[in-house]
């Protein structure tokens, strides 16, 4: 069975950093490809983004530029660092297992997430 557990989030200000992490167990980490998702109160959940197996790397509109996508597969892990945070991050923060070419999440399973809150 796969688990995700995600961590990092927290309060910022806007213009501040968070650097999410995401733990992957009961899957062969480093042949998946891996996505932040996020969703908003009142929103439906959005992928912002994703990671290849070969470490290619796509980046919703809103965040490209801010935000940066890395994995280790070493540590079964996948990182989201976020610089420039704006109020609209605000959201709670999944990862899941995707399809990079169709980037939709192939894992019906879904952590706890981890709140990320940005304040102006």
């Known amino acids: 069975q796969v688990q995700l557990v995600e961590s990092g989030g927290g309060w910022a200000q806007a213009g501040g950093s968070l650097r999410l992490s995401c733990a992957a167990s009961?899957?062969?980490?480093?042949?998946?490809?891996m996505g932040w998702y996020r969703q908003a109160p009142g929103k439906q959940r959005e992928l912002v983004a994703a990671?290849?197996?070969?470490?290619?790397?796509y980046y919703v509109d809103s965040v490209k530029g801010r935000f940066t996508i890395s994995r280790d597969n070493a540590k079964n892990t996948v990182y989201l660092q976020m610089n420039s945070l704006k109020p609209e991050d605000t959201a709670i923060y999944y990862c899941?297992?995707?399809?990079?070419?169709?980037?939709?999440?192939?894992?019906?399973?879904w952590g706890q997430g981890t709140q990320v809150t940005v304040s102006s």
């Open positions: 899941n297992i995707i399809n990079y070419w169709r980037l939709i999440s192939l894992n019906d399973y």
């Open positions: 009961g899957t062969l980490f480093s042949i998946n490809a």
């Open positions: 990671i290849s197996s070969g470490d290619m790397k």
